[in-house]
């Protein structure tokens, strides 16, 4: 059973067009996590939520934001993507309580044309 | 983030043999560690973590050995088998909730 769900798998947008990738978790978990990823680079953390806390990475550009209404839902908003912003897009979950390890989901891989 | 590298971005080794992956972090204060396996097309799943105070940790065909004086951590990889054939990550954090990974290493299997 799919625990960190990832949607769409494949988004392509538009130079400049805003766009947003979703993220929902089964597995409530307290903090939630957007990574970039970018071909053969590793992960790079843009920002987090611990609850309802955004914990945003300092050199996480302010194209990029986010929204979490909810335990079991957060969303990253890309407002004017770039040609730079193509990527694998990674959202993460994890719980402070007991293990601590992250849970990943599939990603979404963002095409801007 | 800080800084947390790997020695060797392609390891390819034969079916059978053992694996070494290492990973180099930067940041003293960090004090636990998770081992990553992706596939191509997959997020990162989650192979074995170790907490600062310990040394060594076994799983299944996988130990993670940790050096704190150096700053290394190592993930070892018994008898390589073709589905273990993946990228491998190391990612580190340091008390708060941001976990930073590491370049990465490509392990591919050789039949």
Known sequence: ?113 | GESVGLHLPTLSVQEGDNSIINCAYSNSASDYFIWYKQESGKGPQFIIDIRSNMDKRQGQRVTVLLNKTVKHLSLQIAATQPGDSAVYFCAENYGGNQFYFGTGTSLTVIP
């Open chain 1, 1 to 113: 059973d799919a625990m960190v769900i990832q949607n769409p798998r494949y988004q392509v947008t538009q130079f400049g067009k805003p766009v947003t990738l979703s993220c929902s978790q089964t597995l409530n978990h307290n903090v939630m996590y957007w990574y970039q990823q970018k071909s053969s680079q590793a992960p790079k953390l843009l920002f987090h939520y611990y609850d309802k806390d955004f914990n945003n990475e300092a050199d996480t550009p302010d194209n990029f934001q986010s929204r979490r209404p909810n335990t079991s839902f957060c969303f990253l908003d890309i407002r004017s993507p770039g040609l730079g912003d193509a990527a694998m897009y990674l959202c993460a979950t994890r719980s402070t309580q007991g293990r601590e390890t992250q849970y990943f989901g599939p990603g979404t891989r963002l095409l801007v044309l």
